[in-house]
């Protein structure tokens, strides 16, 4: 079956380190999104990319980073910047318009 | 621009129901429009869609009928089970702008109690 995997689910971080969140989809799409998603609260876009080795940043891209080198895979770092980085990340991807986000099941990130 | 607006949770029923959680929207052109549900601890799950005016998107017994008049896109559910206990998304995605993002509303938390 196609679909989106992240790993790991959970994922914990000490502070001062950078973590890299995993994302992978065998749908063949071409556009891929992710997302910081808080207790309570709704999505908000950190980084998009709508074709390999091509990215943009989303509304709160500060402290992260990631890259699109094959178009299967989205990976996503989160630095050290970023200062308050314990939250729940989705990583969604689409065919194109009219089709809505096939999304991840997602990675908790707690820093400890 | 382009925005989302969703009432407000949490939306507590008892089970069997009668379920409307309402959705607007703002913008330009014509979009499509999306309802999406979360369950705890998961991602985001595709519910049902509408590309055009008057068309009505349903799953699993949920309902959704896009009005451009009135622009809106409200969820409606005839009966409620505890099993809807979720999150939901509405969403929209303004096609030629802003590079194939969907717009997200806040989210509506749904309890549903036996």
């Known amino acids: 079956d196609g679909g989106i995997t992240q790993s790991p689910k959970y994922l914990f971080r000490k502070e001062g380190q950078n973590v890299t969140l995993s994302c992978e989809q065998n749908l063949n799409h071409d556009a891929m999104y992710w997302y910081r998603q808080d207790p309570g609260q709704g999505l908000r876009l950190i980084y998009y990319s709508q074709i390999v080795n091509d990215f943009q940043k989303g509304d709160i891209a500060e402290g992260y980073s990631v890259s699109r080198e094959k178009k299967e895979s989205f990976p996503l770092t989160v630095t050290s910047a970023q200062k308050n980085p314990t939250a729940f990340y989705l990583c969604?991807?689409?065919?194109?318009?009219?089709?809505?986000?096939?999304f991840g099941s997602g990675t908790r990130l707690t820093v400890v | 621009g382009n925005s989302v607006t969703q009432m407000e949770g949490p939306v507590t029923l008892s089970e069997e129901a009668f379920l409307t959680i309402n959705c607007t929207y703002t913008?330009?052109?014509?979009?499509?429009l999306f309802w999406y549900v979360q369950y705890p601890g998961e991602g985001l799950q595709l519910l049902l869609k509408?590309?055009?005016?008057?068309d009505k998107g349903s799953n699993k017994g949920f309902e959704a009928t896009y009005r451009k008049e009135t622009t809106s896109f409200h969820l409606e559910k005839g009966s409620v089970q505890v099993s809807d206990s979720a999150v939901y998304f509405c969403a929209l995605d303004p096609l030629r702008e802003y590079g194939n993002k969907l717009v997200f509303g806040a989210g509506t938390i749904l309890r549903v109690k036996s």
């Open positions: 913008a330009t052109g014509y979009p499509s």
């Open positions: 969604a991807s689409r065919s194109g318009p009219l089709f809505g986000y096939t």
């Open positions: 509408a590309t055009k005016a008057d």
